[in-house]
């Protein structure tokens, strides 16, 4: 029997090459290897600001997303994490075994704090608790998640130990499978990771091939510096030509340049920006397919759900035994 993979990404808007090179190009590799479970973590999204006009159709648009880049429903389960109550239940009883100076030494917290000082909720400061669940809940093995997740997936693994001790084994501890691409960082902010909350840092996913051109033109080459603290936007785009170029010499020659400091970014960035432009035509074209037609995706999202659910409930009806629920 394969291992359990489970991984999740939330519904805030527009997926770029970040999240494509950083988890989503990964979990189409992995779900020929593990038993894969894949979510919309819908829950996750409520942390931020958002428009309960336009979220639902966020959810969708993160799923057909999901899809297009090549996960394969006969292959992987796809759900939105909020139609499988058990993620909140259990999220619930972890809350209850977690010490509040656990969640108060989270980095990410403290950061997303600073991003949003107007809206410093408590789920802010318990949502790695509920990614726990989200993990725990399906007794994973196997977490793709990028270092700046580690801390988020060792407390995960902390409270699958604390669980086991006070209750009986049950959880297996999850490990961690690190993402192998390069960190993708900000188009416009080099020293900073490419996000959706940073305003043109990012190339979304669905984003037409003019403006692709003109967001590679804008990008920031250097941020200045000396050494070790240099800040090189040249060298992210040059990360991003490995990823997205299938032709070495081209590689080969710009790298080349770039150690010799000979680069002319006026012949690098329309290169990489048709690169870009060649590998999202195909998940351009099948977004909009499954965009177009609603019925097929919530057809796969409802039956995601019904797997989703034959394993999370069967889990945790145990867990309510063990803990003297029922």
């Known amino acids: 029997m394969k291992k359990i993979l489970f991984s999740g990404i939330q519904p805030t808007g527009e997926l770029h090459l970040g999240n494509y090179l950083g988890a989503l190009k990964q979990w189409v590799k992995l779900q020929d290897q593990y038993q894969s479970i894949f979510s919309v ?15 639902r159709q966020q959810i969708l648009t993160t799923a057909a997303e999901i899809l297009a880049v090549g996960i394969d429903p006969k292959k992987s389960i796809l759900f ?17 075994l977690t010490p509040m100076g656990e969640l108060e030494r989270m980095t990410q917290y403290k950061d997303k704090s600073l991003r949003q000082k107007e809206n410093i909720n408590a789920g802010l400061f318990t949502y790695p608790i509920l990614m726990a669940a989200d993990i725990l809940l399906y007794k994973t093995s196997v977490v793709p998640v990028g270092e700046d997740q580690l801390q988020h997936l ?19 501890e999850p490990q ?46 250097d941020l200045g510096g000396q050494g070790k603290n240099q800040v090189s936007g040249g060298r992210n785009l040059l990360n991003l030509l490995n990823e997205f170029c299938g032709d070495q010499k081209i590689i080969t020659k710009f ?32 977004r909009a397919v499954y965009l ?6 919530l057809k796969i999202l409802a039956a995601g759900a019904k797997q ?9 009806k145990e867990i309510k035994k063990l803990i003297g629920l029922i």
């Open 41 to 55: 973590v819908d829950y996750h999204s409520l942390t931020e600001n958002f428009d309960p006009q336009t979220k």
């Open 80 to 96: 939105v994490q909020s139609e499988v109550s058990a993620h909140a239940e259990l999220s619930w009883i972890l809350n209850c």
């Open 154 to 172: 060792e407390l995960a693994r902390t409270l699958a130990r604390r669980f086991n001790q006070k209750f009986g084994q049950y959880f297996p």
């Open 176 to 221: 961690a499978l690190v993402s192998s691409g390069k960190r993708i960082m900000a188009l416009n902010a080099p020293d900073k990771k490419m996000s959706k909350s940073l305003v043109n840092s990012y190339i979304a996913l669905s984003d037409r091939p003019e403006v692709i051109r003109k967001k590679i033109q804008s990008a920031v080459t």
């Open 255 to 286: 790298e080349a340049d770039y150690k010799k400091g000979t680069l002319k970014y006026s012949e690098l960035k329309p290169v990489l920006a048709e690169e870009i432009i060649k590998t999202l035509a195909p998940i351009q074209a099948q």
């Open 292 to 297: 177009k037609s609603p019925e097929k995706l």
């Open 308 to 316: 989703a659910h034959l394993i999370a409930d069967k889990n945790f």
